[in-house]
């Protein structure tokens, strides 16, 4: 069974200081890890994933992650945080068919 | 390319009365999800479809929840007798019939906000 704890709940950092949102994963096999940032009433937009190709993983608006096997870990962070991060964030590991199992999310706050 | 469509975006209902949510997939997706957000919390699996087949309902209540897909149309998530509790907001993805192995991206609509009164 497949599943991730996101180790905080809320996250607030100051406009152009790193963020850092953290998520340890369980998995019986080597998984696939993804995240992803929901804003206030819209859906959800994929930010990146880590299928098993380079540990660390790009995504869009500057974010990346580290895969770390040892630690169990795909931590997510930007270099310079802007107003328009706020939202909620979700590390999720993918199943056997694409079942995708969720964190239960970070909400990110941005202070100017 | 439209993306996942969903509607109606706000649906109010009293209790007892049925919730029809309908997803319509990305075009050439031929695999659909049905995931709930309630308050405070994060998406938790109900059901996968695939065209007139219900792959995966480990995560649906027993009872008066449904789910269909069918040759034609949107899926279809129903909710009988609603009750206060099931007040929350459902998300549908879908993802592409190529991949269904871990990896596989899926794509979210914006979700049905349910509020029953």
């Known amino acids: 069974a497949q599943s991730v704890t996101q180790l905080d709940s809320h996250v607030s950092v100051s406009e152009g200081t790193p963020v850092l949102l953290r998520c340890n994963y369980s998995?019986?096999?080597?998984?696939?890890l993804f995240w992803y940032v929901q804003h206030p009433n819209k859906g959800l937009q994929l930010l990146l994933k880590y299928t098993s190709a380079a540990t660390l993983v790009k995504g869009i608006n500057g974010f990346e992650a580290e895969f770390k096997k040892s630690e169990t870990s795909f931590h997510l962070t930007k270099p310079s945080a802007h107003m328009s991060d706020a939202a909620e964030y979700f590390c999720?590991?993918?199943?056997?068919?694409?079942?995708?199992?969720f964190g239960a999310g970070t909400q990110v706050v941005v202070t100017p | 390319n439209a993306g996942v469509m969903q509607n109606p975006r706000h649906l109010v209902r009293r209790r007892g009365q049925e919730a029809r949510l309908r997803c319509s997939p990305m075009k050439g997706h031929s695999h659909v999800y049905w995931y709930r957000q309630l308050p405070e919390e994060g998406l938790k699996f109900m059901v996968y479809l695939q065209k007139e087949n219900i792959i995966d309902e480990s995560g649906m209540p027993k009872e008066r929840f449904s789910a269909e897909f069918p040759k034609e149309g949107p899926s279809i998530l129903r909710i009988q007798q609603v009750v206060r509790g099931d007040s929350a907001a459902y998300f549908c993805?879908?993802?592409?019939?190529?991949?269904?192995?871990?990896?596989?991206?899926?794509?979210f609509g914006q979700g049905t906000r349910l509020t029953v009164v």
């Open positions: 998995s019986s096999y080597s998984p696939s």
């Open positions: 993805a879908s993802s592409p019939p190529s991949g269904t192995g871990p990896g596989t991206e899926a794509f």
């Open positions: 999720v590991v993918s199943g056997s068919w694409g079942k995708l199992q």
